[in-house]
Each structure stands twice: as C-alpha cells, then as structure tokens.
C-alpha cells in the first residue's frame, strides 16, 4: 500500500491542474440517448473548501454539454450532488431552467 503512494499523489496534481471530463459510456435505444460522464477527481478534491468552485463549474460543463448534444440530466454521482457542494442540484436547475 505504502508502495503506490508517490503514483497516487502525482495521479492527484495531473488531475487538479489537466484532467477534464469526458464521457465513458453511451448507449442508444430508440428515441433514448444515455451517456455517463466522468469528473476526474479524488475523494479529498471534494473535500477541499477552496475546490468547490472548480468542481462545481465542471459539473455545470458537463450538464450544458450533455443538453447541447440531446441528453437529458437524470442524476449525478453521489459526490455530485452533496448539500455543501450545490445543494443536491438545485444549483443548476435555477440556473438553467
């Protein structure tokens, strides 16, 4: 465990300061499109007062692009949707009606 530490830590300072959201799954049935996207972010990046921000407007990204191509918003990842974060969505449904 004590091994992989120096992999982990780098993996976390690539991911503050690049990585940005993708989608990692799609699927079509019919007239439905459903797509699941990835916010690449450690447990402690959520935890972190000062990265709420960030995090908050990648989740906003996320969602405008989603509409933009035809896809509906059903529900965010748990660490998603937190009250300290954007209080369970509510954030974005006022913004975005």
Do not use: C
Request: no cysteine.
């Amino acid at each position: 465990m004590r091994l992989l530490w120096p992999f982990t830590s780098l993996s976390m300072l690539f991911t503050l300061s690049y990585a940005s959201l993708f989608v990692s799954e799609r699927n079509s049935f019919e007239k439905l499109n459903l797509q699941s996207w990835i916010i690449p972010r450690y447990n402690l990046q959520y935890l972190l007062k000062w990265r709420k921000d960030a995090i908050n407007n990648m989740i906003e990204k996320a969602i405008l692009e989603a509409n933009k191509k035809g896809v509906k918003v059903l529900s965010m990842g748990l660490m998603n949707q937190g009250e300290e974060l954007n209080r369970n969505g509510e954030v974005y449904i006022h913004k975005h009606p």
